[in-house]
């Protein structure tokens, strides 16, 4: 199966951060379950059904300390190990993906601007739902700080 990731531009949160949907099987294929560190949607939603949670209620997403995003290059993205208050030159790669195009500027340029995305994993990416609301019933998410690059222009998310 490809490991093919997606963007998520439109997530719940105060304030909307950009994000990205990360395929669980690549995670458990490296030995790695991150679900117990996410936030579950599964039973938000079921209270949102049973009338429970009102629309607008805040969801405050977990921060994955020690990881960070990196999208560095083209269509590539990869969670790194970033240890908090460490400069690594050439940091371990979590688990990596691929979108299915490069980068959009506007979202690279969110990412730089809030210097933290939301990160989805589930079994199945948006591609397989209709609404918000049906992937949402099936996603952990955290928030992770955007890996940043020094280079001769300066400090920023890419290169």
Do not use: C
């Not at 269509?75 to 240890?83: E, H, L, M, N, S």
């Amino acid at each position: 199966m490809e490991n093919v990731w997606a963007r998520l531009t439109e997530l719940p949160s105060i304030p909307p951060r950009m994000g990205l949907f990360a395929g669980l099987a690549e995670w458990l294929k490296r030995g790695i379950d991150p679900r117990p560190r996410m936030y579950d949607m599964a039973p938000t939603w079921r209270a949102f059904q049973a009338g429970l949670l009102q629309p607008g209620n805040p969801i405050q997403y977990p921060r994955l300390t020690g990881w960070a995003l990196d999208v560095g290059q083209g269509r590539d993205v990869r969670i790194i190990d970033a240890p908090e208050g460490e400069f690594v030159a050439e940091p371990p790669v979590v688990v990596e993906g691929e979108f299915v195009d490069d980068h959009p500027a506007e979202w690279i340029a969110r990412l730089a601007r809030d210097g933290e995305a939301i990160v989805a994993v589930g079994e199945q990416g948006p591609g397989g739902f209709s609404t918000f609301a049906e992937w949402s019933a099936t996603w952990h998410l955290g928030i992770v700080p955007v890996a940043t690059y020094m280079s001769p222009r300066g400090v920023g998310v890419t290169p």
